[in-house]
Each structure stands twice: as C-alpha cells, then as structure tokens.
C-alpha cells in the first residue's frame, strides 16, 4: 500500500533520497598514518597532515581503497578503475586545511542498487547513484567553555564511504529499511561498524514532497541525522512541513536544515550549496587513482556471504521459515552464532533456542550476541544432551538457566544437580504404580471414559520424579498398566 499524505489541497506523495555518510574500518586515516580508534583523547591521534601543516603531503590508503570496493561490489555496482580526489573548498572551523579531499566527477564506484524488504512483505529496488571517498572533519565542542570553542582533530582525515541513493524511496519506512539494509551489509562485509551512537554511521535526508505525476519539486536535505528511527521521524517531519509550506501559497527553498529530535521538527540551517558554490577541483597532490583489475577480482573472490544469501541458504538448505531466516541473519555476528550451534544438529531445534531462550537470557542479562551468557559452544553440547536421552526438554530448560547464572558447561550442571533423565523403565514404573493407587477414584474415572485425565496421571508421575523421567517412556508405561 503505498504512502500518502493528505493535505488541505488533496493527496501528496513523499520523495526521498538518502547520502549515507559511513566510516571505514581501518586503523589508519585516509591520508595518513594516525589512528581511528574512537574514544581517545582529544587531539592524541593527529598527524602533520591531519594538522593541515605546510608542506604535508597525502598519501592514500590502501585498505581504505579496497575498502570501498569491497562495499561497492557487496552493492552489485560499477567499480570505477579509474577515479579521481578532488578539493571541495569552504570555510570547516575543524578542518585545519581549509577544503575537504572527497571525489566528485569521478568516483570509485558507480551505480548500483538495494533490495529492501517492507513490513507487508512487499520488496522494492531503491538505486545507488555513486560510492565515493572523502575525509571527515573533525569535532567542534561548545560545550568545554563559556565563551570559545574546542576543537578536536581526531576525527579529522578519518575515511568515509559517502553512499548516494537515488530518489526512489516513497515513506518513512522505505527510508528506515533502506539505511537498515545498508548498514547490514557493509556489517556483514567490515567496512564500516554501522555504530550509529559513535557517529561511525549518519545520514543526510533529502526530501521533497509533490503531488501524484508531478515531477520533482524542490527538495530540502536534513544534515547528519544519526539513527534510523530519527531519520524515519525527519522524513514525516519536513514532508508535512513542505506541503504546508506549498499550501499556504509559498515556495520550498532548497535549503540544508537540522532535525530537532526533542520538538521532531526540522530547522533552518543554512541555504543549499550547489556543486560549483564547492569550487571542486582536482587535488594537484594527488594523481588519478588507477586500479588493477586483477586486484578487483580478488576482492570480489574474498566476499563473505552477504545477508539476503544466507537467508536464502537458511530456507533452502535447513528448512527454516522465511521470517526466522529474517531474524538469524540480521546481525552477523547471530548468524555465525547460529549456524555454530546448528552444525551437525537439528537447525529447526537450534533456531527455536536460539531466538527463543537464548534471545531471553541477552535482554535479561543487559548483554550482546558477541559476549554472550552462553557460547554457542556450550548451546550445541546442551542440545545433544537432549538428542541422547540424558535431557527432557524440560530439564534442558532447567539446566540452560543454571549454564547462565553459572556460565558452566551443561554437562558439568547435570553431574552437580543430578539431572539426569531417568530412562530406567523400572523406576519409572515404580513411580507410576503409586500415583495410580494414590488416585484410584481417578483411575476408575478414566476407564469410564474420562480419557483426558491421562495428562493429569503423567504430570504427577512426572512430580513425583522430580521432572527427571523421560516423558515418552512414562506415557508408555502409563498406557501399559491403564490399558
């Protein structure tokens, strides 16, 4: 169903473009050697370059570059084996140079496209228009002293993968799947974290509003909003805003505003440059970056699985449901976990423990799929505990929730608590002889015809084993000495 707005006037459709701004993981900057660790001190991870000093010359990284190509190919896009740096010049308070290094004319990597998946199921291909590499800035801070700013230059020089969609996402929500799709696939190849919180992964939100078969109108682009769900709510904002704006009998200046996420509406920033207010040129320190071919390929070869494969895998080859194939392969970090507990066991077993009990013990211990309560490890050697007999199901439950609060291994809890399943067909008869006779009345009931107090003949066996007989043995002893 597609995403409407009604107005004064009648129906408005909403036009979203998305530049994703996506810091690559690399220990070094994009033209220089010092480090990108987040979280140091200010100003400790800054070279002469980053310091724009006289006379410093950039050199670029190689990881970096490949970097970029890697995301480039896990997009299905055009690898440029020719590109070019140049300089976009204006005034950065935090960029001791004076102009960014970034690519315009010519980029890295061309075009390319994003399947996202709807909430109603429904699919839609939204284009990448480029991928290019340019350097970040670094960080103002107000906030150190009443009347002068700080600046840090840590940041400044850091690689960034600028993503640029095409203008095909419709609503909210298409804009909110698409920056999750793409910040799952640059997870899943390792060129950029996605750590919306540290800044590693932000966006500028381009939108324009018209009315059906109208061409484009104006758009307004929403600078450096850092969470999906705040970009969601600035598509909303600054849509409803525009059509109020048309409706009133104004005009939609292009402009760059700010999402005020308290209040959730935008504001004014400044007017939109176009590219020649940026005076682009090509950066003389720089030659064309001229790529081998071969070298392309190799990276290529070297892609891990990407999410809508696994997923496909995961239906196809462990007969899992499209929606908990959905679920698994999310993060990848879940998806290996799985797929470890799952090997050589029964994958529909191996996922209902995993989004089910283990999912559980990760919220109510405040604690993530990288260092979790239980390893995969550890999961795995619980449900082959089940597989042998040694576990009911119900057991294992009890013995999952003791591997959490002890964080030992199931085996060694089954020997200290003594829970083993009893199989021994003797004992359990034993047992049932006496709930039997405790319940004599019962018993004459059910052979009167009262047979759904079988369940109630086996739960009390089962109590008065303490949970440790093997429920299937039981019901057969059960009908043995009822029948």
């Given at each position: 169903?597609?995403?409407?707005?009604?107005?004064?006037?009648?129906?408005?459709?909403?036009?979203?473009?998305?530049?994703?701004?996506?810091?690559?993981?690399?220990?070094?900057?994009?033209?220089?050697?010092?480090?990108?660790?987040?979280?140091?001190?200010?100003?400790?991870?800054?070279?002469?370059?980053?310091?724009?000093?006289?006379?410093?010359?950039?050199?670029?990284?190689?990881?970096?570059?490949?970097?970029?190509?890697?995301?480039?190919?896990?997009?299905?896009?055009?690898?440029?084996?020719?590109?070019?740096?140049?300089?976009?010049?204006?005034?950065?308070?935090?960029?001791?140079?004076?102009?960014?290094?970034?690519?315009?004319?010519?980029?890295?990597?061309?075009?390319?496209?994003?399947?996202?998946?709807?909430?109603?199921?429904?699919?839609?291909?939204?284009?990448?228009?480029?991928?290019?590499?340019?350097?970040?800035?670094?960080?103002?801070?107000?906030?150190?002293?009443?009347?002068?700013?700080?600046?840090?230059?840590?940041?400044?020089?850091?690689?960034?993968?600028?993503?640029?969609?095409?203008?095909?996402?419709?609503?909210?929500?298409?804009?909110?799947?698409?920056?999750?799709?793409?910040?799952?696939?640059?997870?899943?190849?390792?060129?950029?974290?996605?750590?919306?919180?540290?800044?590693?992964?932000?966006?500028?939100?381009?939108?324009?509003?018209?009315?059906?078969?109208?061409?484009?109108?104006?758009r307004c682009e929403v600078k450096n909003v850092n969470s999906i769900r705040f970009v969601m709510q600035a598509v909303e904002a600054e849509a409803r805003r525009q059509i109020e704006v048309w409706e009133e009998g104004g005009t939609v200046e292009q402009e760059t505003r700010l999402f005020d996420t308290a209040r959730g509406v935008t504001r004014s920033m400044r007017s939109k440059e176009e590219a020649h207010d940026y005076r682009y040129f090509p950066d003389p320190d720089l030659p064309p970056l001229v790529l081998d071919a071969g070298w392309v390929e190799e990276l290529r070869a070297g892609l891990p699985e990407l999410p809508d494969a696994r997923r496909a895998r995961y239906q196809r080859d462990f007969g899992l449901s499209a929606y908990d194939a959905h679920v698994?392969?999310?993060?990848?970090?879940?998806?290996?976990?799985?797929?470890?507990?799952?090997?050589?066991?029964?994958?529909?077993?191996?996922?209902?423990?995993?989004?089910?009990?283990?999912?559980?013990?990760?919220?109510?211990?405040?604690?993530?799929?990288?260092?979790?309560?239980?390893?995969?490890?550890?999961?795995?050697?619980?449900?082959?505990?089940?597989?042998?007999?040694?576990?009911?199901?119900?057991?294992?439950?009890?013995?999952?929730?003791?591997?959490?609060?002890?964080?030992?291994?199931?085996?060694?809890?089954?020997?200290?608590?003594?829970?083993?399943?009893?199989?021994?067909?003797?004992?359990?008869?034993?047992?049932?002889?006496?709930?039997?006779?405790?319940?004599?009345?019962?018993?004459?009931?059910?052979?009167?015809?009262?047979?759904?107090?079988?369940?109630?003949?086996?739960?009390?066996?089962?109590?008065?084993?303490?949970?440790?007989?093997?429920?299937?043995?039981?019901?057969?002893?059960?009908?043995?000495?009822?029948?």
């Open positions: 169903m597609s995403y409407t707005i009604e107005g004064s006037t009648g129906t408005w459709e909403v036009v979203v473009g998305l530049e994703v701004h996506a810091q690559v993981v690399s220990r070094s900057k994009l033209f220089s050697g010092a480090a990108t660790a987040f979280g140091a001190e200010p100003n400790t991870q800054v070279s002469l370059v980053d310091a724009g000093f006289p006379g410093m010359l950039p050199v670029p990284n190689r990881e970096c570059v490949a970097q970029a190509i890697r995301t480039g190919l896990g997009l299905g896009a055009e690898i440029h084996l020719w590109s070019r740096f140049d300089r976009k010049n204006y005034f950065y308070a935090d960029l001791p140079q004076g102009y960014q290094i970034s690519q315009y004319a010519h980029p890295i990597v061309g075009e390319g496209a994003v399947e996202i998946e709807l909430a109603d199921g429904a699919r839609k291909r939204v284009g990448i228009t480029r991928l290019h590499l340019e350097q970040d800035a670094g960080k103002s801070l107000h906030d150190q002293h009443a009347t002068k700013s700080y600046i840090d230059l840590n940041r400044s020089g850091v690689a960034l993968m600028e993503v640029v969609s095409e203008p095909d996402m419709r609503s909210p929500e298409e804009a909110g799947a698409y920056l999750t799709k793409l910040r799952q696939i640059m997870r899943y190849l390792g060129t950029c974290d996605g750590n919306m919180d540290e800044g590693s992964l932000r966006a500028d939100v381009n939108v324009s509003v018209r009315k059906p078969g109208e061409g484009f109108r104006t698994l392969v999310l993060e990848k970090e879940t998806a290996a976990y799985f797929e470890e507990v799952a090997r050589g066991r029964d994958p529909k077993l191996a996922a209902n423990w995993v989004m089910g009990d283990l999912f559980a013990a990760l919220n109510r211990t405040k604690r993530g799929i990288e260092n979790p309560p239980v390893s995969a490890r550890d999961l795995g050697a619980l449900l082959d505990l089940m597989k042998d007999g040694t576990l009911s199901g119900k057991l294992a439950k009890e013995v999952f929730e003791a591997m959490v609060e002890t964080g030992k291994p199931p085996g060694a809890i089954v020997e200290e608590r003594g829970l083993r399943q009893v199989t021994d067909t003797g004992a359990i008869e034993a047992a049932a002889k006496a709930v039997l006779e405790a319940n004599a009345d019962k018993v004459a009931d059910y052979k009167g015809g009262k047979e759904k107090l079988f369940g109630f003949f086996v739960g009390q066996v089962m109590k008065a084993m303490a949970g440790k007989g093997n429920p299937a043995l039981v019901n057969d002893v059960l009908k043995k000495l009822l029948g």
